[in-house]
């Protein structure tokens, strides 16, 4: 009887609920199965973390002289800018690719950043 009102409860609510809502914690619950941590419980304190999510949006934004790529990363908890100095462009790095990132993570402009991530592109589901 539980396995069955599980069932219909999960069914009811992928029907009910937003897809975004839904998207954002299959995003997490897959960056958590494959080992990374997740952005949402990261204080960006320079810790060294390594995580698994969507890109967002991908940039180039000059700062002075020196271009950098900046591209946002979401794990379904929250967001994660990756940045590499002095790079215009990064073949695999677009938006709505899948990867998976590690550095220290700092604060920038209340932004968690990780600058010049070593990072893994991940096959499409």
Same mark, same amino acid.
């Given at each position: ?44 304190? %320079? ?5 698994? !999510? +969507?890109? /967002?949006?991908?940039? $180039?934004? @000059? ?15 929250? %967001? ?5 100095? !002095? +790079?215009? /462009?990064?073949?695999? $790095?677009? @938006? ?30």
């Amino acid at each position: 009887m539980g396995k069955s009102s599980g069932f219909v409860s999960r069914m009811v609510r992928k029907f009910t609920s937003d897809m975004s809502d839904l998207d954002a914690e299959d995003l997490s619950a897959e960056a958590v199965r494959s080992g990374c941590d997740r952005a949402g419980d990261c204080t960006g304190s %320079g810790e060294a973390i390594t995580v698994k !999510g +969507r890109l /967002r949006s991908v940039e $180039i934004c @000059p700062r002075d002289s020196v271009a950098t790529l900046e591209a946002e990363l979401f794990d379904g908890t929250d %967001g994660v800018t990756l940045v590499w100095m !002095g +790079r215009r /462009r990064i073949p695999g $790095i677009e @938006p709505g690719r899948t990867l998976r990132a590690s550095g220290r993570v700092a604060v920038r402009d209340g932004r968690k950043v990780i600058y010049n991530p070593y990072y893994e592109l991940q096959r499409a589901p």
